[in-house]
């Protein structure tokens, strides 16, 4: 079974390469280039069963779409990524930079998908 993943960073680059990566690992992709955009396709797709989401992004951060996410979806499995802070609110994180790999271990140690 295919998952659904939600991508979500203000960096059209990045959002690319995430969707490219977790494609090649099989899973569904649907993006975001904010968090008010995501709630609304969380809002709007019930497909969605993972949520990746950059820390840093102006307006609503990673942290506060996290969960706000989770109030909408509370089975929802979230994954943070950041480049520059550490873990805080008990979400899993991955650093970037990462390749692949790296993606694919996080994606199956934290929410046991694709």
């Known amino acids: 079974m ?28 649907v993006s975001a280039n904010s968090g008010d955009q995501a709630l609304e396709t969380l809002r709007h797709n019930n497909k969605i069963s993972i949520l990746i989401t950059d820390i840093n992004m102006p307006g609503m951060d990673g942290h506060e779409l996290a969960e706000r996410a989770r109030r909408l979806r509370p089975e929802l499995k979230i994954l943070q990524l950041s480049g520059r802070e550490r873990r805080r609110d008990g979400y899993p994180m991955i650093r970037k930079p990462f390749d692949e790999q790296d993606l694919s271990r996080v994606m199956q140690e934290t929410t046991g998908k694709c």
């Open 2 to 29: 295919r998952h659904t993943v939600l991508v979500v960073d203000d960096d059209p680059d990045v959002l690319d390469v995430m969707v490219g990566m977790l494609q090649d690992l099989g899973c569904e992709t």
